[in-house]
């Protein structure tokens, strides 16, 4: 199943969604800079345009004098040269005497009669044109006249609007360019950090599908979780196939000696003719298929811890309980009605973070072969040793040879096999069990007889 | 009909003309075909100077006729401050050499706005506001007849035309003319813009007033009164109406110190009934075809100047600007006047 990475039902792509954003950002940016820019383009304007219709009407205030007791405008030139900065632009301007009247310049009425301080600016119209005014007053206290002469000058507004969206547009420029600048970086920036996910996703598709091993785990931190889970998932997937693979190869190993044993019997049985004979071959074959059943329920059983060590959820849980579920069970008094049993547990907890069913199942099958091969009393328990917390099945026999202790706990034994028992199978499901919850199985000979324990790190009781 | 009418009617035919300089056209003329609407066009430029132009106009835009109209300077400033007040223009384009009427026109508000790639490529000095549009290139020049004046005392700069009148020998006594300024509104725009070029203008009218200078009126009397000697020489003459002459006895100079150039304004006024037919005839002028009938015509002399003495950096273009408006102002021009009076002894 080695498919492309488009894979139906993804959403946008991380790249395109962070983009955007940056991108809108940028946007929203670039509106609420050119309303600022404009803003600030328009005061400018009306601040340096104002001083040069000041200057003018300074300009021309000045040049006024008492020439026969009267007011006379030398108009100066360079008024005009200061307004014709604004090139484009209509000019008024008026000077007019005590009463109103008219010495030189626009006759009619001000654009706006009645100025209120000196110097007053005010907006009003120049022949259908939007204009700015401003009236400044001067006092003659002389001999021969005395009065106050008013000076209008007004300009209109092109070089004003100019300058406003001269300097909006520049600001706008600047600000373009470093918005594009930005999100050159950003999409670069994004391109960086997406890398390792893309390394990742060409990785899982450029996989052989049989292929459970880890991935490279040098990522960036957030993507390392994401690709430690898909590690665990994939060791799980990994042990759990091979613990199928062996099942499997374990079983039919298993099997094929009994079941070839079982049908040359049952040929044996068709072909006699003895009935007391027959009686006999009859009766081993019963043996034989019961002992089948119970190395197949044992193989299952096996299977079955094998798996759920691997996924069954751990829970904190008191060892104490597992023992006293196997005792109360009451399974021992099929397999040996006769021996006796007895259960040892104090009064302190015995807590372990591990799977009550495994651990049952683990301590079952110790049991099962302290009864079968072990001998005399039985005692089961569970106890606090230090930092090990322990399970245990003694029984008062002498224990297995040391030989055969060499060889114990292996996946499974030929000899257990061989003649239909499953001792090897029962001590190596009891090990898998130990080792899944970090622990171990350990067999040792003590004063009272064989004892096995599985042993595993006991979990601090929290009240 | 008796002969007692058609005497009449001759009288009044030979009265009409010297009626109308005082308030209407000096002179019309009619370009294109004979029928049908024409734009009018009302300029103070003589129509036989301006005239081969506007044939060539004509004949390469079929369609447009064009009815021209000759004004005095100032009668064509009041007319279109009237009618521009009056918001309804007879006039669709005026073309005056008064640019500071002009300007003053535009100032009111009373121009419509053009742009093309022709009118936008005019240098700034030359154009306001894409409403006024400086077409021609006409020196100031001083003139000399060349029999009166011999070559050594031929004037280059404004300082030999003064170190001439302060000469105590009183060779040139009353033989020096300039426009009477209060009569002709080119003679004040020049004499203005002197004022404002150098300080040389204050010793010139102090020459002037020393060797009994004559203020008079009009291009053409002057240059009739330099060739026949009536003058010696002439200052402040619009290059243009000298060249059109081509006279021997009449020697130019354009003056070293600097040379002032006059670029004529042409205007469509707001209420223009025909703008598109004005706006036609301004590319037209502004084309490189227009601007070779105008330099034929001797209305654009920018090129090499005859006198090769004056460096191109010398011609002060008057610059079509707010800034005229202070030539206009009614308090500066009498307090202008008046010096000028006593400068000639008024």
């Not at chain 1, 206290?141 to 008013?150: D, Q």
């Not at chain 2, 003329?29 to 049908?36: S, V």
Request: proline share 4%; charged share 20%; with cysteine.
């Amino acid at each position: 199943m080695v498919e492309g990475r488009a894979i139906t039902g993804a959403t946008a792509s991380l790249k395109r969604r962070v983009i955007s954003g940056v991108l809108a950002l940028l946007l929203v940016g670039g509106a609420v800079a050119a309303l600022a820019a404009f803003a600030y383009g328009r005061a400018a304007a009306r601040e340096s345009y104002d001083r040069l219709l000041l200057g003018a009407a300074n300009d021309i205030a000045e040049a006024i004098s008492i020439q026969n007791g009267a007011p006379v405008v030398d108009l100066p030139v360079a008024a005009f040269q200061l307004l014709a900065l604004a090139p484009d632009d209509r000019i008024y301007y008026s000077v007019r005497g005590p009463g109103g009247a008219v010495l030189t310049g626009a006759t009619g009425a001000l654009p706006n009669p009645t100025p209120t301080a000196s110097p007053s600016f005010f907006d009003a119209k120049m022949a259908d044109e939007n204009a700015r005014f401003v009236t400044l007053a001067r006092r003659f206290a002389e001999r021969s006249f005395s009065g106050t002469v008013t000076v209008t000058v007004g300009q209109t507004l092109r070089a004003r609007t100019e300058m406003a969206l001269g300097l909006t547009r520049d600001a706008l420029i600047a600000a373009a360019i470093g918005g594009i600048a930005l999100l050159a970086l950003a999409v670069l920036v994004i391109d960086r950090a997406m890398r390792p996910l893309i390394r990742i996703a060409d990785q899982l598709a450029g996989r052989d599908p049989h292929d459970l091993t880890p991935m490279d785990a040098a990522v960036p931190a957030e993507v390392a979780v994401m690709v430690g889970a898909m590690n665990r998932f994939m060791a799980r997937l990994d042990r759990q196939v091979a613990a199928m693979r062996n099942l499997i190869s374990d079983t039919a190993h298993q099997l094929r000696t009994p079941v070839a044993a079982l049908r040359v019997q049952a040929e044996l049985a068709s072909a006699e003719e003895d009935d007391a004979r027959r009686e006999q071959i009859l009766t081993r074959l019963q043996r034989r298929t019961r002992s089948l059943g119970e190395l197949l329920d044992q193989m299952l059983s096996r299977a079955l811890v094998v798996h759920r060590t691997d996924a069954a959820r751990r829970v904190e849980l008191d060892l104490r309980d597992v023992a006293l579920d196997v005792i109360e069970s009451r399974d021992h008094e099929l397999v040996a009605p006769n021996r006796e049993v007895v259960l040892e547990i104090g009064d302190e907890a015995v807590m372990v973070m591990a799977d009550t069913l495994s651990l049952t199942e683990a301590l079952r099958n110790l049991l099962g072969n302290a009864l079968k091969h072990g001998a005399g009393r039985v005692r089961v328990g569970a106890s606090r040793e230090g930092a090990r917390a322990c399970l245990w099945v003694e029984d008062s026999g002498p224990g297995p040879s040391a030989e055969v202790l060499e060889r114990i706990g292996e996946r499974f034994e030929k000899t257990a096999a061989s003649v239909g028992q499953s001792a090897g199978l029962g001590l190596s499901i009891a090990r898998a069990v130990a080792q899944a919850f970090g622990g171990e199985l350990v067999l040792a000979a003590t004063a009272q007889g064989f004892r096995a324990v599985i042993s595993l790190p006991a979990e601090q009781e929290q009240r | 009909m008796t002969r007692f009418a058609i005497l009449v009617s001759a009288l009044i035919a030979a009265a009409l003309p010297a009626m109308a300089q005082q308030d209407g056209p000096e002179a019309r003329a009619r370009f294109g075909p004979a029928d049908g609407p024409a734009m009018v066009l009302r300029s103070t430029t003589d129509i036989t100077v301006l005239g081969p132009t506007l044939e060539d106009f004509t004949a390469r835009n079929p369609g447009i006729a064009v009815d021209y109209e000759q004004w005095g300077s100032n009668a064509l400033y009041d007319i279109s401050q009237r009618e521009c007040e009056a918001g309804q223009s007879r006039a669709d384009a005026v073309l005056s050499s008064a640019v500071h009427q002009m300007v003053d026109l535009v100032n009111r508000g009373c121009a419509g706005s053009y742009r093309s790639t022709a009118s936008a490529g005019l240098p700034a000095a030359r154009r306001w506001r894409d409403q006024l549009w400086g077409v021609t290139q006409e020196p100031a020049v001083i003139i000399y007849n060349t029999h009166l004046v011999p070559p050594q005392d031929v004037p280059h700069t404004r300082f030999a035309l003064l170190d001439l009148m302060r000469r105590a020998e009183g060779r040139y006594q009353g033989k020096i003319a300039t426009y009477e300024i209060e009569a002709s509104g080119l003679g004040y725009l020049f004499a203005f813009e002197d004022s404002l070029e150098a300080s040389t203008f204050g010793a010139l009218m102090e020459g002037f007033s020393r060797a009994d200078a004559v203020a008079t009126c009009c291009s053409a009397e002057i240059i009739k009164g330099v060739s026949q000697g009536e003058y010696a020489i002439a200052y402040n003459v619009l290059g243009s109406y000298v060249n059109a002459r081509r006279d021997p006895n009449v020697g130019v100079v354009w003056p070293q110190d600097y040379t002032l150039m006059l670029s004529r304004g042409y205007m469509i006024p707001k209420s223009a009934g025909q703008a598109s037919a004005a706006q036609r005839l301004l590319d037209f002028l502004l084309s490189p075809r227009g601007q070779e009938d105008l330099r034929t015509a001797g209305l654009l002399l920018n090129g090499e100047p005859e006198d090769s003495a004056t460096p191109a950096s010398a011609l002060h273009t008057i610059a079509i600007s707010p800034v005229l408006l202070v030539a206009l102002d009614r308090q500066k021009r009498a307090q202008f006047i008046a010096r000028w009076r006593a400068a000639f002894g008024r």
